[in-house]
């Protein structure tokens, strides 16, 4: 478990529950229980509206909180006064940089973090919403917390207008303060969908972009074009979600990793 003590991220991560607690107290108590109160579908919207919110935070709780591919420092700090002299040794790999902040090697694809203050293995971008990097370890629960989000998005923005264009014969009045309190809800929770729904899919866009191109955000803007690939889309999606049947990517289960461990392993200085 990690996690970064950074106040705009940890914001952001309470925002996020209160708009999601949000969005759950009005579909709960004054779409469901009040339009489709007597609706063979009131249990039915029950079960999957919260279903979709458990498996939100589940997938959320373990992109905040999960490693996303810290590098590991060595037990002692390189010397870079000889640095020169031991890249020239027999023990030169091309593949690996030096991180003068971490003082250490780090693999290919790694990249440092100014606000996590460490190198991430395959790092995307530092993401304020779950006061994390996404990076080797933890881009598959974040690909999903964006489809769990878009989903209960659209899901919302579904039930609000069906409770318009629904006939309601158990609703008070329109004047009455009940009924004009559901109309004031329904109408902050249709903004805050659309507002949240378009925001997280524009990323999710993005996000199976740069895996479908094998090439992060960090790589793109510095035109690291050397690592983008010809392979299979379906291929490039295995490495992220695992070898499993498509329909248990959606499941916020253990991620796994797609760099040999070879790789992974990082130089120490008695090493060089």
């Known amino acids: 478990m990690t996690f970064v003590k950074d106040p705009c991220g940890i914001i952001c991560v309470i925002i996020t529950y209160l708009a999601v607690l949000y ?53 002692t700090k390189i010397d870079f006064s000889d640095l020169h002299a031991n890249e020239q ?16 090697y780090r693999p290919p694809r790694a990249h440092h973090c100014r606000i996590c203050k460490r190198c991430i293995r395959k790092m995307d971008h ?20 964006l489809i769990y989000v878009g989903g209960l998005a659209t899901y919302s923005v579904c039930l609000v207008v069906s409770s318009w264009i629904t006939p309601c014969e158990t609703c008070p009045g329109n004047e009455t303060p009940e009924t004009q309190a559901r109309m004031l ?5 249709l903004l805050e969908s659309a507002l949240f729904g378009l ?24 035109n ?7 392979r299979q889309k379906l291929l490039l999606l295995r490495e992220i979600c695992g070898k499993g049947h498509p ?23 008695h090493d060089i």
């Open 126 to 145: 530092h993401c304020p919403w779950i006061n994390n990097c996404v990076g080797q370890n933890n881009q598959k629960y974040f690909l999903q917390f």
């Open 89 to 104: 040794g027999d023990y030169e790999r091309e593949d690996w940089t030096v991180c003068t902040r971490c003082e250490t």
């Open 23 to 75: 969005a759950d107290f009005v579909t709960m108590r004054y779409i469901i229980m009040q339009v489709f109160a007597t609706s063979i579908w009131a249990p039915i919207h029950v079960v999957c509206f919260n279903t979709i919110i458990f498996l939100l935070i589940m997938a959320h709780m373990k992109a905040f909180l999960s490693d996303p591919g810290t590098v590991p420092l060595p037990q």
């Open 185 to 189: 809800h329904s109408i902050l929770l």
């Open 247 to 269: 329909l248990l990517w959606l499941l916020p289960c253990t991620s796994v990793s797609h760099y040999h461990k070879m790789r992974d392993t990082p130089l120490l200085s």
């Open 199 to 222: 925001f997280v899919m524009a990323i999710m866009f993005d996000q199976l972009t740069a895996i479908f191109q094998d090439e992060t955000a960090i790589e793109a803007i510095q």
């Open 224 to 230: 690291r074009g050397p690592y983008r690939t010809n």
